[in-house]
C-alpha cells in the first residue's frame, strides 16, 4: 500500500504561485508513476501531471504545460508541483495518485489517493 499526502494548497491571486508537496510512504515507489490531479465542483476529476518515479520522466496537460512543473526528491520521497502564472480555471481540490500502470492521464489507472489540497485562485 502507499499512502499519499498533500499538502501546499490556498488561496492566490491570478497570475501568482504555489507549490504542492505529496509525501508518500509504505511501499517503495520505484516502479510507480504519481499523478497530479484536480477537480472542481460538479467536474470530474482532471490529469494535470505526471511523473515516473525511477526516470523522473514528466507528462503535462496542455492546459498547465509550461506553467507546471512537478519534481521529485527521492531521498525525501516526495512529489512537488510548482504552479506559475495561476489562473482562476485552476480553482480546484489538487490530488496526488500512485499508479503502476503507464496510463498515467486516467484516474481509473491509480489505486493510490491523497486526501487532496484546494486551491483557490482569486481574479
Known amino acids: 500500500q502507499v499512502l499519499l499526502v498533500e499538502s501546499g494548497g490556498g488561496l492566490v491571486q491570478a497570475g501568482g504561485s504555489l507549490r504542492l508537496s505529496c509525501v508518500a510512504s509504505?511501499?517503495?515507489?520505484?516502479?510507480?508513476?504519481i499523478g497530479w490531479f484536480r477537480q472542481a465542483p460538479g467536474k470530474e476529476r482532471e490529469f494535470v501531471g505526471a511523473?515516473?518515479?525511477?526516470?523522473?520522466?514528466?507528462w503535462y496537460s496542455d492546459s498547465v504545460k509550461g506553467r507546471f512543473t512537478i519534481s521529485r526528491d527521492t531521498a525525501k520521497n516526495t512529489i512537488s508541483m510548482q504552479m506559475n502564472s495561476l489562473k482562476p480555471e485552476d480553482t480546484a481540490n489538487y490530488y496526488c495518485?500512485?499508479?503502476?500502470?503507464?496510463?498515467?492521464?486516467?484516474?481509473?489507472?491509480?489505486?493510490?489517493w491523497g486526501q487532496g489540497t484546494q486551491v483557490t485562485v482569486s481574479s
Open positions: 511523473i515516473k518515479w525511477s526516470s523522473g520522466s514528466t
Open positions: 495518485g500512485a499508479t503502476g500502470q503507464n496510463t498515467v492521464f486516467s484516474a481509473r489507472s491509480y489505486a493510490y
Open positions: 509504505g511501499r517503495t515507489l520505484s516502479t510507480y508513476y
